[in-house]
């Protein structure tokens, strides 16, 4: 069956197949095996039903799904996954993965460097929430029967992940710009037993970076420990075109205690493969046990020694070193010029917002995440038709999201509206794919198409 336009990447399976001879190349000393696959017909059919299945969902990989913070993983990264499939590593220990390991020791140690560290102890793990865990695990060490605070816009899974850890969690409220309140911070580390303060270094659902500069004169005189959950953010470190309050922040992130990044979210990796990095190696006595049944192959390091999962898909850590040895994370590079375009992307939506009557947008995006509310008499209308243009926008194919936020976040009064709840509905819109920026006019030709038809029928129902 051919497609009607190609709209998924092929090509590269081609190339594939040429790697899986050379890997089988290297296994040849072996008694032949004859393997064959087996049942082709019905691996055929049960395959088509998955490709069946997997339609209903959105185009995540086309420049019109602007929606939520997904994107396809580099091709890359997707056939050296595929191609580590054949061995099926796992990363808990040399024995089930050596040369994965390695390649993840590799990876990890340029993910460390990109942020300024020459030293680190870190591994891939399966996402931000896990990483998150094992920082915040660790300072539980530290700090034991102490608070972690977060600003009101951290990503959930850190009151949680306190909650599992037993340690208490506090949020602290966020400025107009949607970062960490630093006054509130200080007032409340006036108080006392706040271990542990959290600074997201791109939030989930504006990309507002807390300001670290601030941050780390605080913990000069309270000394905290500091932890950055750059899940989303973190690679925006390479990016040249950041705003200067941001720059700053990205500039001093070297100093900060723990530093969570997700190749899965922007480093173009499958999922399954979040990074925690420790400045300090010491705090690897901290993973200290004993296990009869592994680490008997070698004295050399195994991850399983320095991390909390145990089993670990090693082919996350062959297509991230894959993508990394064809990308490297410098500034000036493809990879950092993609980031480059991503917060362009952001920054000329923004643009037009701003000069459509019919919206209201709160700050300028930081990174390449942008909200706007429709502008209407009461705030309850705006998040009304807010929804209602997400739905309309969808049936022209353009998939945005919704984010509800603080009312604060906007300027009421300018706009001329009444505050009849404390939140507001807004569209959001994750650009990340770098192609977004191509796709910008398209974006928003259908964003006034779809705000024509809902402002049209809110006007008849008046
Ligand atoms: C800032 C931040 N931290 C943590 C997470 C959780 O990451 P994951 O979904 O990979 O577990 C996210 C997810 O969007 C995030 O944006």
């Known amino acids: 069956m051919r497609s009607l336009s190609p709209m998924l990447e092929k090509d590269s399976l081609r190339l594939l197949r040429d790697a899986l001879d050379k890997l089988e190349a290297g296994f040849a000393p072996l008694p032949p095996l004859g393997t064959s696959l087996p049942d082709e017909g ?139 309140d630093v006054q509130v911070l200080q007032q409340r580390l006036d108080q006392g037993g706040i271990g542990t303060v959290v600074a997201t270094i791109g939030t989930t659902a504006t990309g507002a970076v807390d300001p670290l500069p601030e ?36 500039a001093c992130l070297d100093e900060v205690d723990s530093i969570v990044v997700d190749p899965h979210k922007h480093g173009l990796q499958p999922y399954g493969c979040g990074c925690v990095l420790f400045r300090d190696p010491a705090v690897g006595s901290f993973y200290k046990h004993d296990s009869p049944y592994t680490y008997f192959s070698s004295s050399e390091l195994h991850l399983g020694e320095i991390s909390l999962e145990c089993s670990r898909p090693g082919a996350a850590a062959v297509g991230l070193w ?56 009461r705030v309850s209308q705006a998040s009304e038709i807010a929804r209602a243009i997400f739905t309309e926008a969808a049936r022209y194919d353009l998939h945005l ?19 009849d709840r404390d939140t507001i509905t807004c569209l959001r819109s994750v650009l990340m794919k770098p192609e977004h920026l191509a796709w910008i006019e398209r974006i928003w030709e259908l964003l006034v198409k779809a705000t024509d038809t809902v402002w049209q029928q809110h006007k008849a129902g008046d």
């Open 322 to 377: 894959a993508t990394q040895r064809l990308l490297p994370l410098v500034r000036g590079g493809e990879f950092a010029s993609m980031l480059q375009d991503t917060r362009l992307a952001a920054l000329k939506l923004f643009e037009k917002l701003q000069k459509e009557p019919r919206f209201m947008t709160a700050f300028p995006p930081e990174l390449d995440i942008v909200v706007w509310a429709a502008r209407l008499a």
């Open 42 to 180: 019905s691996v055929a059919r049960v395959l088509l039903e998955v490709a069946g299945r997997l339609q209903d969902n959105y185009p995540y990989f086309h420049p019109l799904y602007a929606g939520q913070m997904l994107k396809p993983p580099h091709p890359v990264a997707r056939l050296a996954y595929m191609l580590a499939m054949w061995i099926n590593p796992n990363n808990h220990a040399l024995d089930g993965g050596r040369a994965s390991s390695q390649m993840e020791k590799e990876a990890v140690a340029d993910i460390a460097r990109m942020f300024g560290w020459e030293t680190h102890l870190g591994h891939l793990c399966g996402g931000g929430t896990m990483a998150n865990l094992e920082a915040l695990w660790v300072t539980g060490q530290i700090h034991p029967g102490s608070t972690v605070v977060a600003s009101q816009q951290a990503h959930y899974t850190h009151s949680r992940i306190s909650a599992v850890l037993g340690l208490a969690f506090e949020s602290i409220p966020c400025d107009r710009c949607g970062r960490m």
């Open 215 to 250: 941050l780390l004169e605080l913990r000069h005189r309270y000394s905290f420990r500091l932890h950055a959950d750059a899940a989303y953010g973190g690679y925006f470190v390479l990016s040249d075109n950041l705003g200067e309050e941001t720059q700053r922040t990205y």
């Open 401 to 419: 999201a919704l984010a509800e936020l603080p009312v604060d976040f906007f300027d009421l009064a300018a706009a001329g509206m009444e505050r």
